[in-house]
């Protein structure tokens, strides 16, 4: 083998090609032959009773080939959009479940809500013939924010939940964390927002599907993070379409970032239609439109209390939160601020008590499913908050106040209080490695220099610990997972020993097609540009469960491995038959098969061309070829973690905040190409900046209208935005997945909203300001700012 | 109404409705989808392309507004560069300045367009300079990193020529 390829190599991607030169083929880009498109008509109102839909003149209209309403899924026997996630009360009883059907049938709850679907020759004769259609809605009163939703005598989102309640879940030990705030000589507290986001992908929505009635059969192209999980959910608990008549295809996909990984609504109406017409359909969603249909993330409010001895050491923490689920359930949205919040709740300290109660509600609104983080970033910046204002409130360095009360390295596997086993970690090292990195010993020079500027400057710490390669499926079923969600992946060896893999994870932008390469290449010692990988068809890929929860490296590609693994065993098998030695004597080193303290060898190409070719083959005991696949479950998840550090100058003048350095530090695990591993941090901490400084999904409280649906309202993070970030590793080895991987997508985005509003209060520390809810816009610091500084002139 | 348009080095000549947008133009008309549509505001530079060698947001022309121009899209790039691959895309790859792919077209074309008008750019210029592209995936780092080293090839390969 030449250059190494294999595992720690920076190569560079394999799958840019298509991409720098404008051929990458994305949903939007596929016509299929006598192709119609498709517009669906979306309610204006945020809660309206449907009286009537006139749509016979719509219908008579140029081009158009069919409109489908609510009503015409059910008259079909349509089932409603699954929740693949069922969350338990406090006393044990279910969560509410209402009902969600593809396209609204007596009613709307949210702005955006399907209301029809209409067909045509042209995109132009069916956007033309949705505006002519003619809804008569009751308006009804709306219900945006939590707060409001629970109050009595607020609007019902569903007529038989009056209290608007989903679920009232817990976790932890509510009498111990109890008993050890009765021992504090030290309580800080919080109340904060954690903001609504949309995630935003680049590449809006899409659907192109067709139905072939000679076969029997439908294909759909969708633009999905798990395209085996769209195929069962929608196949059958949805059209009821058998497996083996259903393919679903996810081709490049242009980002996902969770928002692509639910079955969503456009979905089902699009396959269904498409055999009502006989026609293929297609449907692309736009951005505003995708403002309003797309699942949306975060938005919590939370209160929460740390208890501490005197000394500053962790007691107890209580946590009270009420989280949004919108208008719907979408597909994991009850696990997202239970599971991946609460349980993450002890962070990478040792506090012994922990109790979190966290309530699901109601509201007229985009529902709320997992965005980048998923309940692990808002986790992270509640804990990481209240530790600042502790440290301030006692007067202990904000460094030290995390180190004393951090996990040892030593004291790995560690038993959290919530449930959560973390097998692997050093975040003292993280910290100490951060603090270097960051001169954080400098920062009150840097201060001083920002000061005779007229800026404000502020540094911010954040320690954190996330659970991701979702998921060991004992675990996550026993947490409400309504199936498992283990991977598969199939390593083919062609005739010439060129490689490809099939893989159910997916690709979309994360860099698998490179990085899987490069496992394959370590394991055979072959080249990557010998090895292929597939993903998102289901005609190809065996099974899988797709990409998210920064799973696709820790389960899939332990997958890999382990189906590789199979390819040398086989190959041990083969080449002891070849070299008439022992199966015991085969080592398989350097890409060959070798009876060990002998200089005889097969190569792995002679091997493969003895499967395939079945010269000096036992065939007698083995099969011939060389094809084996792998299916892997989990047993943990894996608990990435890390420390980031942020400066920020704030000018007091206008209240804007300028990003000016950024460092993290992080244990991924061990890394296989350093480039992407950075690549994927860059990514995620420009997402997390973009909640703390820019991003909010904002509603009229009164009319349920979303203020913030174009790229004009809501504020994207663009360059100037961002520093040079500096990204640094330190890796401990995970226990259970293949070569001790830990997973990095989501990394980023989990640290950095805390770090990012720390720097911001330190800034603004000399006000008396403890807390500021994000985003951090010019017009809310200067408010702070300029309030404050009346109340100090007022006071003296 | 009739058009005539050079599109990457092609003449096209075509009878189109006065409302197609230039973008729909090239993706539904010409099947050239390297011109990808992220938004509906003009905001996300998904689209841009070049017309007469300049870069603008092809969304935002009516395909009658480039009656008589040239049209580059990222298809015809590197033929413009007479290689394999423009430098800029070449940049791009070398410096992981991509992961999903969907913004890249336009990056690319507004970064050479950036270059050709800044022969010696700094971090902050360019940083300036792509306020019209938006990034989900790259948090912009080594996009920066991919327009500077792209910018510095165009450079010294238009110094070889020269």
Partial sequence: MNAHTGIGASILRKEDRRFITGKGNYVADIKRPDMAMGVFLRSPHAHAIIKAIHSNAAAAMPGVAAIFTGADLAADKVGGLPCAWGVSNADGTPMKEPPRSAMAVDKVRCVGDAVAFVIADTLEQAQEAAEAIDVDYEVLPAVVGVLDAIRPGTAAVFDEIPDNTCFDWECGDAKATAAAFRNAAHIAKISLVNNRLVGNPMEPRAAVAEYDAGRDHYTMWTTSQFPHVVKVLMGNFVLNIPQHKLRIVAPDVGGGFGVKQFLYAEEIVTTWASRKVNRPVKWVNGRSEGFLSDAHGRDHVSEAELALDENGKFLGLKVRTIANMGGYLSTFGPNIPTNLYGLLLAGVYTTPAIHCEVKGVFTNTVPVDAYRGAGRPEATFLLERLVDIAASEMKIDKAEIRRMNMIDASQYPYQTPVIVNYDSGDPKACLAKALEIADWNGFAKRKEDSKARGKLRGIGLCTYVEACGLAPSRIVQSLGARAGIFESATVRVHVTGDVTVLIGTHNHGQGHETTFAQIVSEKLSIPTDKIEIVFGDTDKVQFGLGTYGSRSLAVGGTALVKATDKIIAKGVKIAAHMLEAGEGDIVFENGAFAVQGTDRAKSFGEVVGAAYGLVNFPVDVLEPGMDEKAFYDPVNFTFPGGAHIAEVEIDPECGSVDLVSYVAVDDVGTVINPMIVAGQLHGGIAQGVGQALLENCVYDETSGQMLSASFMDYCMPRADNMPNMKIATHSTLCTHTSYGVKGCGEVGTIGSPATVINAVVDALVHLGVSHVDMPATPSRIWRIIHNRANQLRAAE | ?162
């Avoid at chain 2, 300049?54 to 899209?73: E, H, N, Q, W």
């Avoid at chain 2, 270059?115 to 940083?127: I, K, L, M």
């Fill in chain 2, 1 to 162: 109404m009739n058009v005539e348009i050079s599109v990457n080095g092609k003449k096209i000549k075509a009878d189109v409705a006065p409302s197609l947008l230039l973008s729909d133009f090239l993706r539904e008309t010409l099947d050239l989808t390297g011109t990808h549509i992220g938004c509906d505001t003009s905001q996300c530079g998904a689209c841009v392309v070049h017309v007469d060698g300049v870069s603008m947001k092809s969304c935002t022309l009516l395909t009658v507004s480039a009656d008589g121009r040239s049209i580059t899209t990222i298809e015809g790039l590197a033929k413009t560069a007479g290689a394999d691959l423009h430098p800029m895309q070449e940049a791009f790859h070398l410096n992981h300045g991509l992961q999903c792919g969907f913004c890249t077209p336009g990056m690319i074309m507004s970064a050479v367009d950036f270059a050709t008008q800044t022969p010696n750019p700094t971090e902050g210029d360019v940083r300036r300079w792509l306020e019209g592209n938006i990034c989900r995936c790259t948090g912009y780092q080594n996009i920066v990193a991919s327009v500077l080293a792209g910018a510095a090839a165009m450079q010294s390969r238009a110094g070889v020529s020269s």
